[in-house]
């Protein structure tokens, strides 16, 4: 089946730098990809939607300045974590999908910020 | 407001019997609905999904059921296996975009050998 694959799986960082993640479809073009966080013990919360060559939208009280998003291409999406801080610290997973297929997720990053 | 609940944090089986897992929508737009599992520190796989035409789908050890009047789904795994324990989290969507699915908040089976 189709593969999503996300990276880092897992990344620590200082309070105030900035955390890179990258989404990849690797065997299908991407029209759409989709970011969700996942707090402990909870569900999938949906943070934006990622359109190539368009601006993403985002999910109501997601901050669009502190996550960054890019999907530069069909295959590729990132998610900008900027200026982490611990409350940031969190599972990160990405989704893929194209036109009537299902959404393929991405193995997820886990962020820790210190 | 949570459009799809499930109720039930956690379910524990004995192997070989079944395990039912519950889950209920609130928004009557959704038209499509999916099960998936989900091990720690690793995303979602797709598991099995019903359009809301259809009120079961069976996929080998998995069936799951709709229920539109009532606004209820299930899951039923049959035999359970211990292979199976994993967190299984519920999702709707409306329309045909795949990825843009709301979730339940999960629950955690384990299958006791």
């Known amino acids: 089946g189709a593969v999503v694959s996300q990276h880092p799986s897992r990344v620590i960082c200082k309070s105030g730098t900035s955390v890179k993640i990258e989404c990849r479809s690797l065997d299908f073009q991407a029209t759409t990809m989709f970011w969700y966080r996942q707090f402990p013990k909870q569900s999938l919360m949906l943070m934006a939607t990622s359109n190539e060559g368009s601006k993403a939208t985002y999910e109501q009280g997601v901050e669009k300045d502190k996550f960054l998003i890019n999907h530069a291409s069909l295959t590729l999406s990132t998610l900008t974590v900027t200026s982490a801080h611990p409350e940031d610290s969190s599972f990160y997973i990405c989704?893929?999908?194209?036109?009537?297929?299902?959404?393929?997720f991405g193995q997820g990053t886990r962020l820790t910020v210190v | 407001d949570q459009q799809v609940k499930q109720n039930s944090p956690s379910l524990s089986v004995q192997e070989g019997r079944i395990s039912i897992l519950n889950c209920d929508y609130t928004?009557?737009?959704?038209?499509?609905f999916l099960w998936y599992k989900k091990y720690p520190a690793e995303g979602p796989t797709f598991l099995i999904s019903i359009s809301s035409i259809k009120d079961k789908n069976e996929d080998g050890r998995f069936t799951v059921f709709l229920n539109k009047s009532a606004k209820h789904l299930s899951l039923h795994i049959v035999p359970s296996q211990p292979g199976d324990s994993a967190v299984y989290f519920c999702?709707?969507?409306?329309?045909?975009?795949?990825?843009?699915?709301?979730f339940g908040d999960g629950t955690t089976l384990t299958v006791k050998p």
């Open positions: 928004n009557s737009m959704f038209d499509y």
């Open positions: 999702a709707a969507r409306a329309g045909t975009n795949a990825g843009k699915s709301t």
């Open positions: 989704s893929a999908n194209s036109l009537n297929t299902e959404a393929f």
